[in-house]
Nanobody
Framework: QVQPVESGGGLVQAGGSLTLSCAAS????????MGWHRQAPGKQRELVAA???????NYADSVKGRFTISRDSAKNTVYLQMNSLKPEDTAVYFC?????????WGQGTQVTVSS
């Protein structure tokens, strides 16, 4: 069973930066991608960024130019560097690890951006 565990959330002022990490334990069979989604209160969960097994990245339009996703394949860890944070980035951020069998979700980490 694959278990992603997020870390790095917290409270930051607008314009500040945070880095989220997600370490996936367990046996990942033929990784497809790793990524981040977020869910703000009263809103649907949405894709933030993803990175495939060959390094192709994809970003939500709202975070392009501000967030950077990267992966350490040896550690089965994915990172999300978030710069120029805005109050609208406030949400619970969830890590997702997808292989050819299943999608695995972390428990989430809270990011709060104050104005």
């Amino acid at each position: 069973q694959v278990q992603p565990v997020e870390s790095g959330g917290g409270l930051v002022q607008a314009g500040g930066s945070l880095t989220l990490s997600c370490a996936a334990s367990g046996n990942i069979l033929s990784l497809r991608f790793m990524g981040w989604h977020r869910q703000a209160p009263g809103k649907q969960r949405e894709l933030v960024a993803a990175i495939t097994s060959v390094g192709t990245t994809n970003y939500a339009d709202s975070v392009k130019g501000r967030f950077t996703i990267s992966r350490d394949s040896a550690k089965n860890t994915v990172y999300l560097q978030m710069n120029s944070l805005k109050p609208e980035d406030t949400a619970v951020y969830f890590c997702i690890v997808a292989d050819w069998g299943s999608n695995y979700w972390g428990q989430g980490t809270q990011v709060t951006v104050s104005s």
